[in-house]
T-cell receptor, first 114, second 114 residues
Framework: EDQVTQSPEALRLQEGESSSLNCSYT??????LFWYRQDPGKGPEFLFT???AGEEKEKERLKATLTKKESFLHITAPKPEDSATYLC???????????????FGKGTKLSVKP | NAGVMQNPRHLVRRRGQEARLRCSPM?????VYWYRQLPEEGLKFMVY????????ESGMPKERFSAEFPKEGPSILRIQQVVRGDSAAYFC????????????FGEGSRLTVL
């Protein structure tokens, strides 16, 4: 069965203290790995797509990387506004289905203190 | 996300009542995904619909839940005879393009069952 596991569940950082979030997956035939950000009371917001091992994507203080079994979301010099829950997801294997049928991890809740 | 409108934002129902959640995707999108986020759990895919067709309902509970996306009007997620375990945030999403895991999510509808 396809699985997505994120760690840690929660992470507290001081402003400027860089760190990484982990997403490990076991899927039969990866068709992309997706990172989302979710603020309290809001819907998830798409951040990155990674398709192959070795691929990297960057956006402001965030950089996502992908290996054959896991992905990392690196946060460099975070600011309080980076506080959110970060979710990773992979498409479920479904014959003839859409890639929008995603299996999400439970997320990492990031808190950045000033 | 302003491109996917959901209503109501909050809905309170007593056990045994019916809940109807509506989703209006941005113009030009003829498909929607519904997801559910239970407290302390991750986002779970429920159903993928195109206009007048259910494409993938592999995540829908077998009883009491139904979804439709008529030719005219919003997509409706209907929950009959609600129970306390149905209390959750229900999100609607559209793909940034066809067949992608890059989704635009709405703000969600939060159902509370008393």
């Amino acid at each position: 069965e396809d699985q997505v596991t994120q760690s840690p569940e929660a992470l507290r950082l001081q402003e400027g203290e860089s760190s990484s979030l982990n997403c490990s997956y076991t899927v039969s035939g990866l068709r992309g790995l997706f990172w989302y950000r979710q603020d309290p009371g809001k819907g998830p917001e798409f951040l990155f797509t990674l398709y192959s091992a070795g691929e990297e994507k960057e956006k402001e203080r965030l950089k996502a990387t992908l290996t054959k079994k896991e992905s990392f979301l690196h946060i460099t010099a975070p600011k309080p506004e980076d506080s959110a829950t970060y979710l990773c997801a992979v498409p479920a294997v479904f014959y003839g289905g859409s890639q929008g049928n995603l299996i999400f991890g439970k997320g990492t809740k990031l808190s950045v203190k000033p | 996300n302003a491109g996917v409108m959901q209503n109501p934002r909050h809905l309170v129902r007593r056990r045994g009542q019916e809940a109807r959640l509506r989703c209006s995707p941005m113009k030009g999108h003829s498909h929607v995904y519904w997801y559910r986020q239970l407290p302390e759990e991750g986002l779970k895919f429920m159903v993928y619909l195109q206009k007048e067709n259910i494409i993938d309902e592999s995540g829908m509970p077998k009883e009491r839940f139904s979804a439709e996306f008529p030719k005219e009007g919003p997509s409706i997620l209907r929950i009959q005879q609600v129970v306390r375990g149905d209390s959750a945030a229900y999100f609607c999403a559209v793909g940034r393009r066809e067949d992608t895991g890059e989704l635009f999510f709405g703000e969600g509808s939060r159902l509370t069952v008393l």
